[in-house]
């Protein structure tokens, strides 16, 4: 079950913020962020798992709604080096492989 | 030192061809993957193996046939190679794909193979 992203696409200026959420119709166990820079490969970017929790990576944290099914990853005051792919990849027990969202694409401008 | 490698960084082809892409990780991780990235980015998961045992098999045509010789490689050959096959082939490793029904571990992607048939 492919986990859906919104928005596709965004652009930013540089120090504006941003919020890539990440659905799923079903009742979610585990949620991964990556992301992945024109031309590479994805890069981890943070786990998270039921309970509602949030994480943060530099100023780029994510949260877990567990009743909703969804989860959003927040990037704050953006640099240039946050352009990229963002992938959600979502797993619905710990026995299920990981599916990973059509992505994200965002792009930070001067 | 590369963690995870992949050879040929790009392939092109014709159809019919058969071919082989080669993934080495010299992180000492326990398993190993191959995901698909079409023209429109979809990230979709072929394959894994765990400790050289198929642990995923995702819906793949049987003309693609992965082989682990050891737990540090995870090749991934294609047979009679069609138009529809043209994408970028990711390996990935994770020290452990699961402990113990937890989440699945974080996974380190290699640079991909851009294939292309004509």
């Known amino acids: 079950q492919q986990p859906v992203q919104s928005p596709q696409a965004v652009i930013l200026r540089e120090g504006e913020d941003a919020v890539i959420n990440c659905s799923s119709s079903?009742?979610?166990?585990?949620v991964h962020w990556y992301r992945q820079k024109h031309g590479e490969a994805p890069v981890f970017l943070m786990i998270l798992l039921k309970g509602g929790e949030q994480k943060g990576h530099e100023k780029i944290s994510a949260s877990f709604n567990e009743k909703k099914q969804q989860s959003s990853l927040y990037l704050t005051a953006s640099q240039l080096s946050y352009s990229g792919t963002y992938f959600c990849?979502?797993?619905?027990?710990?026995?299920?492989?990981?599916?990973f969202g059509k992505g994200t694409r965002l792009s930070v401008i001067a | 030192d590369t963690a995870v490698s992949q050879t040929p960084k790009y392939l092109v082809t014709q159809m019919g061809n058969d071919k082989s892409i080669k993934c080495e990780q010299n992180?000492?991780?326990?398993?190993m993957y191959w995901y698909k990235q079409d023209s429109k980015k979809f990230l979709k998961i072929m394959f894994s193996?765990?400790?050289?045992?198929?642990?995923i098999n995702e819906t793949v045509p049987n003309r693609f046939s992965p082989k682990s010789p050891d737990k540090a490689h995870l090749n991934l050959h294609i047979n009679s190679l069609e138009l529809g096959d043209s994408a970028v082939y990711f390996c990935a490793s994770s020290q452990e794909g699961r402990v113990a029904g937890g989440p699945s571990d974080t996974q380190y992607f290699g640079p991909g193979t851009r294939l292309t048939v004509l």
């Open positions: 193996y765990n400790n050289k045992e198929l642990i």
């Open positions: 079903k009742a979610l166990y585990s």
């Open positions: 992180l000492g991780h326990d398993t």
């Open positions: 990849g979502t797993e619905l027990s710990g026995n299920t492989p990981l599916v």
